[in-house]
């Protein structure tokens, strides 16, 4: 168990402060690149996830325009199709913020909440981009959804740690 900072400890670097959430959503994006082999593609989000989990417990660590450079480092290397997770993760970056400024206080359901509609409005978005409406995925893409927003509280988890690690509890 790690000591709480004390008022005289030293600040942490702000090197240190942004690359941990950057490496972090990185890392979550570059999940899809591993060799998983799955009899349906059930995969979630988890650079999507890890962007919600860092907005929602911490709006200050990254800036309102990151969804466009991790968007687009997640299409190169998803294979979506270019521009697809830019527009959608803009998209619910930004619903994500002018849900926040409505409420006055949140709590973890809330973020939750918040969390999974983003999820699910991103995969039913990259669906109808990636896909056309004549193709059979609808019941897939209702397990993926329920997978990733069964999943965001593990990840949520994960960013809170990575947080106190980065030195900003």
């Known amino acids: 168990m790690s000591r709480p900072p004390s008022a005289f400890a030293e600040p942490a670097s702000p090197t240190r402060l942004w690359l941990i959430p950057v490496a972090s959503v990185m890392a979550g994006s570059l999940v899809t690149i591993l060799p998983f082999i799955a009899s349906f593609p059930i995969l979630p989000p988890f650079g999507l996830m890890i962007l919600a989990a860092w907005r ?11 969804p466009i450079p991790f968007g687009f480092f997640d299409d ?27 409420l006055v206080a949140r709590d973890f359901w809330q973020d939750w909440v ?16 990636a896909t056309g409406i004549e193709a ?26 990575l947080d106190v690690k980065r030195g900003r509890a």
């Open 56 to 66: 929602l417990l911490r709006a200050e660590a990254l800036r309102f325009w990151a």
């Open 76 to 102: 190169l290397v998803s294979g979506q199709p270019m521009g697809s997770a830019v527009l959608l993760w803009s998209m619910a970056f930004l619903a994500i913020d002018l849900l926040d400024q409505r």
């Open 114 to 129: 918040l969390a999974a509609g983003a999820i699910a409005f991103a995969l039913i978005g990259g669906r109808l981009i």
């Open 136 to 161: 059979h995925v609808d019941t897939l893409l209702l397990i993926q959804v329920i997978v990733a927003v069964l999943l965001y509280p593990f990840v949520a988890r994960l960013v809170a740690w």
